[in-house]
């Protein structure tokens, strides 16, 4: 099957489309035709080198972590699904390999896809929602009527968690450039600061709730627009000592590592009065089917700025290198 696999970390030439084996799928695994796969910041992050810390596999690996397609073939284990159907999923934390033709995954890492959707948009879904749902709902415990601040409104990430954060009964505010500000505005987001001009600090009032998807000063100006005793949600920033506790198997290396590099900016919070947590997403099929309800009913929309054949993978993660995609960018496999 033809897979874009990394070699070595580095630079875009460092990962190649290539053929190599289908994958055999494992006792708990459902084998999916990939029909579209879905691209995030973790892709060329991952090629980087950049989490080298936390993630080690061997290489060469497929790339890629969400897709949605065909089940052709299932484990022995697998009970809650059957050759023939259309799945989505984010692959498990571990284990990439949605670039590709074929790719197996966990069957507690999937769910059925939306019936109201097609692949491309669907594989545009998992990490991205998952992860506005993970922050959102399950650790900031969004409540109706509370304000809640979203940096960086415009992308993958962004654009569902401002309709999560409406449905949620909360009042949006977000930074976009002038180039997201109609598209945050149509998904529901009640008030819009142009990072590029605007301030932060400048915003009228106190927060309830902060969703971080932008890091460095963009996260220090949010500790002061918070209530105290608030908790601000980074998915960009430092991981301090609860994401190796509760995202990444409770290691104690990796805790006392975190908690050293994230000692700056847990100062700066705890001056704010503000509970600082970094959030790892994880895959989750249970989560995903929520999420699928919510498209099924209209609460929820993917948002696509630009889709490219499975040929062009390099150029799409390029666009997404650039850091200015509008929404979420999609590989088509046929
Ligand atoms: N920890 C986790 O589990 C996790 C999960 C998912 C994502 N992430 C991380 O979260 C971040 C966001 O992910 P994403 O998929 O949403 O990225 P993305 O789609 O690449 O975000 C691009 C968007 O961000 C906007 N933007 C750029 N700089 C900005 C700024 N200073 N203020 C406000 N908006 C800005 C751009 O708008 P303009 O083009 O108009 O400037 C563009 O629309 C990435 O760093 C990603 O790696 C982490």
């Not at 069957?107 to 692949?119: H, S, T």
Request: charged letters at 25%; one cysteine or more.
């Amino acid at each position: 099957m033809r897979a874009y696999v990394l070699k070595h970390y580095g630079g875009p030439d460092s990962a190649e489309l290539m053929d190599v084996p289908a994958p055999q799928p494992g006792p708990r695994d459902v084998l999916v035709a990939v029909r579209a796969a879905g691209l995030n910041p973790v892709d060329f992050k991952f090629r980087n080198g950049m989490l080298r810390a936390i993630k080690r596999p061997k290489l060469p690996l497929v790339l890629g972590n969400e897709l949605a397609g065909e089940v052709t073939a299932v484990g022995r284990e697998v009970t809650r699904f059957r050759v023939g159907e259309r799945v989505f999923a984010r692959t498990g934390k571990d284990r990439s390999g949605a670039f590709a033709e074929q790719a197996c995954v966990d069957e507690d890492d999937a769910a059925a896809m939306p019936g109201n959707m097609d692949f491309t948009t669907a594989a545009a879904v998992p990490l991205a929602a998952l992860t506005a749902l993970q922050a959102l709902r399950d650790e900031l415990d969004v409540k109706p009527g509370q304000r809640v601040f979203i940096s960086g409104g415009a992308g993958g990430v962004g654009t569902f968690a401002i309709q999560i954060a409406k449905w949620l009964g909360a009042h949006v505010t977000t930074t976009a450039s002038k180039r997201g500000e109609a598209l945050v505005r149509s998904l529901g987001a009640d008030e819009v600061i142009d990072y590029t001009t605007g301030d932060i600090s400048s915003v009228d009032g106190k927060f309830d709730a902060g969703f971080d998807l932008i890091g460095g000063r963009t996260l220090e100006q949010m500790f002061e627009i918070m209530r105290p005793g608030t908790k601000v949600v980074s998915i960009a920033a430092l991981p301090e000592p609860q994401t190796a506790a509760k995202d990444l198997g409770g290691s104690l290396m990796l805790s006392v590592a975190f908690w050293i590099i994230s000692y700056g900016i847990r100062s700066r919070a705890r001056r704010a009065g503000v509970n600082y947590r970094f959030l790892f997403m994880h895959p989750s099929g249970r989560e995903l089917a929520e999420l699928a309800a919510l498209i099924e009913q209209g609460k929820l929309k993917a948002i696509l700025d630009k889709t490219f054949p499975f040929a062009n993978i390099a150029q799409a993660l390029a666009y997404v290198e650039s850091g200015h995609a509008k929404g979420k960018i999609v590989v088509t496999m046929r």
